[in-house]
């Protein structure tokens, strides 16, 4: 990119307005950036309502891409779901450069080009194999026990694509479920059980790399639901965290923020468990929590600018996620205590409809002590509704 | 205002779409909280490329802000130019309420009343006199000696609108630049020798109020170049100058984000000089210098939400106002250093054209000991153009 980024007129498309562009939008604002979203939705996305340069259309058509490539400077994406060629051929039409680039979501788009290209690079993943038909099922399920997952190669978020099966008869009827008999490809992983879910942030670009503290993700049913930083395991297993995390971006050859989630098995072994191309709810704690949040980090990376410190402002960071609760007009009630407390940062994503396990806003609280930070920020949530 | 301001479509309305609008916008988008702005520019304001929400007219015509308040839950302002009448009438005829009120702003427009309406709550403000003619200009010369101040009571900003003049000549052809001659209100005030410009910023509304730390605004020609934080002058200093704040503030009713400047003279007296019924470029620090920045706390303010902390962040915090160069096309040059350094900040105002002394980004730096902080902000900003 020959164009200074920080020159006026300067224009960041995002391919997806959902909560990670907005936050990434916020970033670009503060640059003085302009924001144009493309987005399949007609309306109402949370970017949408962030700016005058709105289109939209098909993310599986290239022309559609392209066209909203030509109005930008350069492009980025805050989901994995476009197809790699696709967002290839955007590029070669447009001449709009889009990053992280489509070689590098050509490795991760699909879980089984990703697992091996990550295995090739020397790292851990979890215990995996391409399952075609029954008898692939049957014969991962002798050499790993049940249960196990079933996971879609592509397309698979927040449990939506995953799932777990007890036994082959399970396995069979998901694997059905998942597309396995409509040609697509499924890939089961091995159980694992684990002491703690761990995941990093990594910012890269040609100027180098940043690596962000190790923290961990309390999930429950498949969705984050709350972030320690840093995670309470030992410095020796966060340190080997991060320096995976530094080699799995560099295996990708990734421009922009990624993010790594690990098991930490019981044995305390780490195994890389899912990367994502963009900046990931397990880095909105570092909005207040560290020196340069992923999101500036990433508007830095994909710009081609030098990145800033990953460094925690204070010793712990708990983040909670705010989860919508039914299906109604979004509105955040019983929100006041959560403001009144020092260091406390709320953070609402501007969706219009809130619907029961919609991530809709979230709450980051800085403290001293990681335990008591955590307990804190839950009890000041707790009563929190949207 | 009944509505809950976290819920979904709630829009705040800008009067006025320049940085200050800006980013207090960024922060309004933090809450899910949309955004509009009316402007006399019809378009290319930094605030108009951060919403599809955009209107058009005049400042003095209260149609014109009714109209746009209709589509907008609360207003705000970015700054004290529009009459305090036409605003009462707007948010009559528009049932929007505005904060702060136009009753404050009644207070605060005119430099005669609002010197009075200081004083008459027993703060010192500088020596100043309603000049009608030439024999006041005498008068006040002889009570005061020269040089003296002459100011527009009302619109004056960043040196304009004010003069500092030598002698009765100078003064008279100073009043009538200013607009004395027709029935402009003119105020003389004491050329004041000080040893620092300070600046307290204070939250307010119905839920309490919040007061900053006292900082030093370096000025150069009347506009201020830099800011340090804390002040390098005595804590007791600081302290009176926060309670000064608070009272000022009270003062006038206060629901907002105020900003109070005060000469700190040679004999260790706080004079108020001046204040801003808005987010302040004295407050610029507080973005990553405070818990809570003066733009959130002020949306908190008029949004009747409880206020948050404005404690430091790090011992001590510096920020540079980088001024346009020279009439061209706005582009940063030469910051990469300046991204480079560990919490340094760079906030770019997205303006269109550059000119020459125009505001148009500034840069902040945390750190341990003022005046290294200081220095160091000053020589990674030195080599950026804009």
Redesign the interface.
């Known amino acids: 990119m020959s164009k200074?980024p920080?020159?006026?007129?300067f224009r960041l498309g995002f391919l997806g307005g959902g909560q990670l562009a907005?936050m990434s939008a916020?970033q670009a604002?503060?640059?003085?950036?302009?924001?144009g979203v493309f987005s399949d939705r007609p309306e109402n996305e949370p970017v949408?309502?962030?700016?005058?340069h709105?289109q939209t259309g098909s993310f599986e058509s290239a022309d559609d891409l392209s066209a909203f490539a030509r109005s930008c400077d350069v492009l980025t994406l805050e989901n994995e779901f476009i197809d790699s060629d696709v967002l290839s051929r955007a590029q070669e039409a447009s001449g709009t450069p889009i990053y992280p680039s489509p070689q590098t979501f050509a490795l991760i788009e699909n879980k089984l080009i990703e697992k091996m290209t990550f295995e090739q690079a020397g790292i851990a993943v979890t215990p995996y194999a391409l399952v075609e038909d029954e008898e692939d099922l049957k014969s991962f399920g002798t050499d790993h026990g049940w249960p196990c997952l079933l996971k879609s190669s592509k397309g698979g978020y927040d449990g939506f694509g995953n799932e777990t099966v007890r036994d082959l008869e399970e396995a069979r009827a998901a694997f059905d479920r998942l597309g396995g008999n409509e040609g697509r490809d499924i890939i089961a992983e091995a159980f694992v059980p684990f002491t703690h879910e761990l995941a990093v942030q990594v910012a890269r670009n040609e100027t180098g790399h940043v690596v962000y503290p190790c923290c961990e993700t309390v999930q429950e049913n498949h969705i984050c639901v709350a972030l320690k930083t840093p995670a309470p395991v030992d410095p020796s297993i966060q340190k080997e965290a991060r320096r995976i995390a530094a080699q799995a971006a560099e295996a990708i050859d990734g421009k922009g923020l990624f993010a790594f989630e690990f098991f930490l098995t019981r044995e305390g072994n780490l195994l890389l468990n899912e990367s994502a191309p963009r900046p990931h709810n397990s880095g909105h704690y570092t909005i207040e929590g560290c020196?340069t949040s992923q999101f500036e980090n990433h508007v830095?990376a994909v710009l081609g600018?030098?990145l800033?410190?990953a460094?925690l402002?204070r010793p712990a960071v708990a983040m909670i996620n705010l989860l919508g609760d039914s299906k109604r007009?979004?509105?955040?009630?019983q929100?006041?205590d959560a403001?009144?407390v020092?260091?406390g940062h709320?953070?609402?994503?501007?969706?219009?409809?809130s619907r029961p396990g919609r991530k809709m806003?979230h709450y980051t609280l800085l403290g001293e002590k990681l335990e008591s930070t955590y307990e804190k920020a839950r009890k000041v949530t707790q009563e929190i509704s949207i």
């Not at 920080?6 to 007129?9: F, H, I, K, R, T």
């Not at 604002?29 to 924001?35: A, K, P």
């Open positions: 200074n920080l020159s006026a007129n907005r916020l604002f503060r640059y003085g950036i302009q924001v949408q309502f962030m700016t005058p709105s020196i830095r600018l030098p800033g410190s460094k402002r007009d979004a509105q955040v009630d929100a006041l403001l009144r020092s260091d709320l953070h609402i994503y501007g969706k219009l409809d806003a």
